[in-house]
């Protein structure tokens, strides 16, 4: 359960992200009011690592995209946040600059905080689907009117995220998107048997999911990793720490030296006790966990022991 104090926090933070949005556009009316769904874009040219600037507000305008540093010749990575998700979290930053560094592309931080901080989570999941669609039709805008590739495009979903990216790919078929990695996507409230409802290897072209807590352990992608046999920490004591876990450890991985190197188990206790081959033959025979999931590796439910802290092996 959410203390009350957590509850002010995430108030008091929503509210500095809406001052945070009024400022973008202090003069004229903001183009994108009706929708609850913000998109910010971050390149080389304005990111902090590399240069100076801030997110560019953009969405479906024609004017705000074209004075953007967005190029349709560069990837395009879309993180969406979480329940009680926002753009001020942190670790969207830390994934941002790690993808900067690793790569030139356009990264779009979606920001439905306006949606995403409520305790009704049975809201909060209809919302996430809003979120998805939306998301679509914007990438559907950049296809049309920038020429935006489908094949380069990445949607990086944590929790309620991951599913909003389920029903982004879901939304693209025509065609598919390059890739969705969803990270401890959110099972609770979702009909786990009905592919339309949930995250699904059908969604892009490769789906790798990431899970960390116990309540969300089913797979959802072409291949599913389970650090530590899915459940990092004591999920009782610390459920969103293990929850987070997935997006912190999708960051070390784009840069960081660990190879979290996964293999074909039936469980984790089986990994450890060595009743698996832990070598890697050929490249069907593992996969990476993380940014490096290939989808020439192995597929299916892999097993993966790791740290629990940074850098995680
Ligand atoms: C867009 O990206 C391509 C590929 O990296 C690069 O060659 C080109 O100069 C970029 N365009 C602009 C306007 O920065
Ligand atoms: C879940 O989906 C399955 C398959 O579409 C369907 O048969 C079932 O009635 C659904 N369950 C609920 C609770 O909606």
């Not at 304005?46 to 953007?68: P, R």
């Not at 009680?84 to 931080?109: A, K, P, S, T, V």
């Not at 490249?283 to 989808?295: E, L, V």
Request: net charge negative; hydrophobic share 35%; with cysteine.
């Amino acid at each position: 359960m959410v203390s009350k104090g957590t509850v002010l926090f995430l108030l008091f933070c929503h509210g500095a992200t809406v001052s945070g949005w009024l400022f973008f556009s202090p003069s004229e009316p903001d183009p994108f009011e009706n929708d609850m769904t913000k998109f910010e874009l971050y390149t080389r040219l304005n990111d902090d690592t590399f240069s100076t600037g801030t997110g560019q507000a953009v969405g479906k305008n024609l004017k705000a995209v074209t004075n953007s540093n967005f190029n349709a010749s560069l990837p395009t990575k879309i993180f969406i946040h979480g329940w009680f998700g926002g753009g001020w979290n942190w670790y969207i930053r830390d994934m941002r600059r790690q993808m900067l560094i690793h790569e030139d592309c356009n990264f779009i931080e979606v920001d439905w905080s306006e949606e995403s901080v409520n305790i009704n989570y049975a809201e909060a999941k209809l919302s996430a689907q809003q979120v998805g669609k939306n998301t679509a039709e914007f990438i559907i805008w950049l296809h049309d009117n920038f020429g935006l590739d489908y094949s380069l495009v990445h949607i990086i979903g944590h929790s309620l995220g991951g599913q909003a990216a389920g029903a982004a790919g879901k939304y693209l078929q025509n065609p598919p998107i390059g890739r969705i990695s969803g990270l401890d996507p959110a099972q609770p409230g979702f009909n786990l048997t009905d592919p339309s409802d949930t995250l699904g290897p059908e969604d892009a072209d490769f789906v790798d999911v990431i899970h960390t807590t116990f309540v969300a352990i089913k797979p959802m992608g072409h291949v599913d990793f389970y650090p530590n046999g899915g459940s990092l920490g004591v999920p009782a004591l610390t459920w969103i720490h293990s929850h987070l876990q997935a997006v912190y450890i999708y960051t070390e991985s784009i840069n960081g030296h660990c190879q979290f190197t996964s293999y074909v188990c039936e469980s984790y206790s089986k990994l450890t006790n060595g009743g698996c081959e832990t070598y890697c033959p050929t490249a069907r025979s593992c996969n990476q966990m993380g940014y490096h999931a290939s989808p020439s590796g192995a597929l299916g439910s892999l097993q993966l022991q790791i740290r629990e802290a940074k850098p995680y092996c």
